[in-house]
């Protein structure tokens, strides 16, 4: 633990550490109950792992839900809350959660976000679950770089796992992912050539103007906080780094962690997440600081089981980085037709369209055999893939990486150039083929859940997820576990948003918000959306409790 300096460099009320969605919560929310805020954030840009995400707002029961004609009810929306936490959720947390989301997303708007419904876009397991409807998701409008001023080549303009300058509602009226080549790519580069955002790079660009340009909360980038500062039992500020020295901020109030988990710390990853690999999507400033500055004041840790959170498999495309590191791709071409997932022995072993369903089956264990049999999943398509559908940012036509993809002209050849089963995969095709010329997946039913269909299906298809493979050459790629920075351990808070200490009394000072603090409000389950909902919440209930006025 660290003591105060003589002297301070900087003195605030409250200190967010961070710039994401609960970061920037925290700093509207404690700078409109009058307090002095300040934003320290690591990267060089602002916007936090938000920015690279989807930018879908998880909100039940929400005000914009007549507009598009859904009723919903609190009752129904704490059903599937409770379905999706699968009884690994802390009741005292989920209950604050429910009790303030519609106040904290309220004050959102009136900050100057701008939502709307996405309209048909289905809960998870819709219509299965209980509770579960469609229309529950909020995105914002498009949102114009320029109006960022100095901030706009210092926010994240755009993720490269979305495309650019697409709302919610053109992705689903042009086809979806499935349908990429026919978008109308000239509107979508006039947008990316005037910086008009979209997805989680607009949703913070709203957040980025609400905060630092309209509220002048100052932010400074490239300024890590290495330790916390402590008087006694008592946060009281931290040490970052800036131009290459100490960085002393003292706060008054206290200090909000919100800088995510660990996904680039591949030690802690593999540990907590129950992996023998982990890889990541996000940017690479996401390396455990969370539960470093946590564990070094003494706070406890938490976790759900890593079985179904927000973790996918995929790959890298030989060369492709981003912020100097390779940058890796969740494999969604299996929700498309004429794709499917095999393991070693080349059988199918899950709803491929479904990553709810595949993240368990992966990690299943062999007892007998000390192994885990669906472990590495490899994709496997065909040419009828490849004439319409895209391989990460490979289009129809374009020559595909020897590095990464296997191509033979037999079933059998490309087992064996895999290290899988021969027989087994082409036993697998043969059977699968059968139904999926008729648009059946009797095994594991994919086509099943509407929210895959919507994502990544074909509705020229009848089953929008199924496609024979029969047409040579065919393909395949190895697998890799790849997470999106959505982790199952955390720090301990209570239910004012406050760390935990390991003896169970409330560390004076210190909050956190996000995935900085484990999910129990969740539990055992994940959604797109949800964690957004969960950073905009905590957010507003620790930026009202650190600075005296607690919801």
Not at 36 to 49: D, N, S, T
Not at 428 to 456: C, I, M
Not at 528 to 533: D, I, V
């Amino acid at each position: 633990m660290a003591t105060p300096p003589a002297q301070f460099d900087l003195e605030v009320d409250v200190v967010a550490v961070g710039s994401g969605l609960g970061a920037l919560m925290t700093a509207l929310t404690a700078h409109e109950a009058g307090r002095q805020v300040v934003v320290l954030e690591k990267a060089p840009k602002l916007g936090g792992l938000c920015a690279y995400g989807g930018g879908e707002v998880f909100c039940p029961n929400g005000p914009r839900m007549a507009e598009i004609g859904v009723e919903d009810t609190a009752e129904d929306a704490r059903r599937y809350v409770d379905f999706l936490a699968a009884g690994y959720n802390d009741p005292r947390l989920t209950d604050r959660l429910a009790a303030h989301y519609l106040d904290a997303i309220a004050a959102t708007e009136r900050a100057g976000v701008r939502w709307h419904p996405v309209e048909g876009l289905p809960d998870y397991y819709y219509p299965d679950a209980p509770g579960s409807n469609t229309g529950r998701y909020l995105a914002v409008d498009l949102f114009n770089g320029a109006d960022l001023g100095e901030w706009q080549q210092k926010t994240w303009a755009s993720s490269p796992h979305l495309p650019p300058g697409l709302t919610h509602k053109e992705m689903y009226a042009w086809g979806g992912l499935a349908n990429v080549t026919k978008w109308d790519y000239e509107v979508l580069g006039e947008r990316v050539v005037n910086d008009q955002r979209s997805f989680g790079p607009g949703m913070m660009a709203y957040f980025v103007k609400a905060a630092v340009l309209d509220r002048g909360i100052p932010a400074h980038v490239e300024t890590p906080v290495r330790e916390l500062l402590t008087d006694g039992e008592r946060v009281v500020g931290v040490r970052a780094e800036k131009d290459g020295r100490d960085f002393f901020v003292r706060a008054r109030d206290g200090v909000v962690l919100a800088i995510g988990g660990y996904d680039h710390n591949k030690a802690m990853a593999t540990m907590y997440e129950n992996m023998p690999d982990w890889n990541s999507a996000a940017q690479p400033y996401f390396e455990g600081e969370n539960l470093i500055l946590g564990g070094e004041v003494g706070a406890a840790v938490a976790a759900v089981p890593p079985t179904n959170l927000g973790m996918f498999f995929g790959y890298n495309i030989p060369g492709e980085e981003h912020e100097g590191v390779p940058l890796y791709r969740s494999s969604w071409e299996c929700g498309c037709p004429h794709a499917i997932w095999v393991n070693k022995r080349g059988q199918r072993f899950c709803d491929e369209s479904f990553y709810k369903d595949y993240q368990p089956r992966l990690r299943e264990w062999n007892g007998k055999t000390q192994t885990q049999d669906n472990l590495p999943p490899f994709l496997i398509f065909d040419q009828n893939y490849r004439d319409r559908y895209p391989l990460g940012s490979y289009m129809p036509g374009m020559e595909l990486p020897e590095e990464l993809v296997t191509q033979a002209d037999t079933p059998r050849a490309l087992a064996e150039k895999l290290g899988i089963d021969a027989d087994g995969l082409e036993a697998t095709l043969t059977h699968y083929n059968q139904h999926a010329a008729k648009g059946e997946d009797p095994d594991f039913q994919s086509g099943h859940y509407p929210w895959t269909v919507r994502l990544v299906g074909d509705d020229s298809y009848p089953n929008p997820n199924v496609g024979p493979l029969d047409k040579a050459p065919y393909y395949g790629v190895r697998l890799v576990p790849v997470g999106v920075g959505i982790n199952s351990h955390g720090l301990r808070t209570n239910e004012h948003g406050q760390v935990l200490h390991v003896r169970g009394h409330a560390i004076p000072g210190f909050y956190a918000v996000g995935m900085s603090a484990c999910p129990l409000d969740l539990g055992g389950g994940y959604q797109s959306g949800t964690s957004n909902l969960r950073a905009i919440t905590w957010g507003y209930i620790a930026g009202h409790h650190v600075s005296g006025k607690p919801v």
